[in-house]
Structure formats: C-alpha cells, structure tokens
C-alpha cells in the first residue's frame, strides 16, 4: 500500500481548487490516470466506483449496437466488449444486470434497463467499506431522487418509478406525501433550499447551487483526512464538477447551453415510460 509520506508529498503539490476557480488547473483524466499508477489496488479499486457511471452508460449503448461515448469510465469500449461476451468478469452489479438482461431483453426499454443498471450500482455502492465513498453516494442519490420529484410535482409527472430505490429517504419521496418538502427531514441535504431553489427559471444558477452543494459536502466530509485516499477521491469529483463549467464557458459550451436551454421546456428529463397524471386520469 501506498506511504503516507507519498500520499502526503502526491497531495501538497495539487493546486488549491475553489468552486469559482476560472482556469482548470489539472485535467481530470489525467488526474485519474496519476491516482490508478500510484495507488495500491484496493484504493483503486475505490476510485473505480466513481468511474463506473460512465461505463453504465456505455454498457447499455452498446448492448443496443450505438456507439460508446468518447470519454471511458474503468473500461475501454473493447473492455466492455469482453464484459458482454463474458470473456473477462464484470463488477458484481454489472454481472448481475446482464445476466436479467440476456435472460429477458424485450421485457424492457432500452431506458428501463439503464434505470436498472444504475439503480445496481447505487445499491452496490451502499455495502463499500470505506465510509466516505459510500456516503457520498448516499449524498448524490438522495440529490438526485429529490430533483426527480421536484420536477415531477412541478410539472404534474408521475415520477416515482423514475427514482432511484435507495432507503427511507427515497420512500418517503414516493409515497406521495403532499407537504411543500414531501415530509422530509435530513441532516446533511437542505430539503427546503433545494425545493426553493429549483423554482428558480435559471438554469444555471439552478445547476450552481447544486454544484455547491455537492462542493461544501466533499469540503465538510475531507475535513479530517488530510492526506488520505479520501482527500484524493473528493480532489477527482471537485475536477469533474469544474471541468462541466469549463466547457460551459468556451464556444462548445456556450453553444450547448443554448440549445439545452432552446429545449428545456419541451424535453423534461423523466423515462418515457413516465406519463402524465392528467393524461392517466382521462
């Protein structure tokens, strides 16, 4: 296993990142690909669990013949490849999910099966041994199922086969509570400034404050790990968010926003299989 005195060495060189920070100081892959060399297996083993929602992604392109994205996760396109013809073992979820996949294909949509895929992985991810990676699951999960029902209360949806399974928290979203905060109550998710803030019809400033939130929650939770794998994995997450609003800010981005925003009101994020409670009750 890797040495403290190299861990500490690895972390005082990074530059300080901030939120606001204008230039990317390190570009996240090549971060990721400085952690896998110097890193033992088993811390390798936890950064891949930050890399396997791309890999989620690509998997189910290409078990529906698309193109894999240009970015990877844990796995090349080829890897993915031997994964789907069983010539090299998968993560544990993934065999799982492809072996209820070969099983039944034309049980399900191409986008109900990603919705089973991911909803494996986020269960898997709640038995790692390290605390802060599993937690931070937890965090982003949680993030995520209340967006989905903030924008399916909002826009009249019936969202709750589009949350993630994932605890109490998630139940209490489906069950169709009707308080302004669906009940909830949680110590380290802001329910109501989330809510609050999601009424906003900025988009970016919406995204922002997301962004934010996930920043101070990595901030609060390395606080105590000075030059740990924990301060590493926060550092590759923190690069992730502020590579998004790097490529906001140059033409592509620009041009993306546009017609991401162009759009919005008529391509709401929610499965097809979604349907509108006034159309389901006509």
Known sequence: MILAEQYYYLIAGLPNIEPDTDMLPIDQTAFKDVLLEQCSLQEAALLNW????????????????KAAMVETGAFTSSALDNIINKKVNPPHYMSTFLEAFWQDKEAHSENEWKNKLTTLYYQATQT???????????????????????????????????????????????????????????????????????????????EKYLDDLRWRWLDEHTFFHYFTIETLLAYYVKLGILSRWHKLDSRWGREHLHKMLKGFSQNLTFPKDVVKLSAQKN
Do not use: C
Request: proline fraction near 4%; glycine fraction near 6%.
């Open 50 to 65: 930050l890399l396997y929602p791309l890999d989620n992604e690509n998997l189910v392109r290409m078990l529906y013949h």
């Open 128 to 206: 790692l041994g390290n605390a802060f990676l599993r937690n931070w699951m937890e965090f982003e999960l949680k993030l995520k199922n209340l967006i989905v029902a903030i924008n399916g209360r909002k826009h009249n949806f019936l969202y709750t086969d589009a949350l993630i399974p994932g605890g109490e928290f998630t139940i209490q979203l489906a069950s169709g509570n009707k308080k302004t905060d669906f009940g909830l109550t949680d110590d380290e998710l802001p329910v109501k400034d989330v809510i609050k803030m999601m009424d906003n019809p900025n988009l970016l400033i919406k």
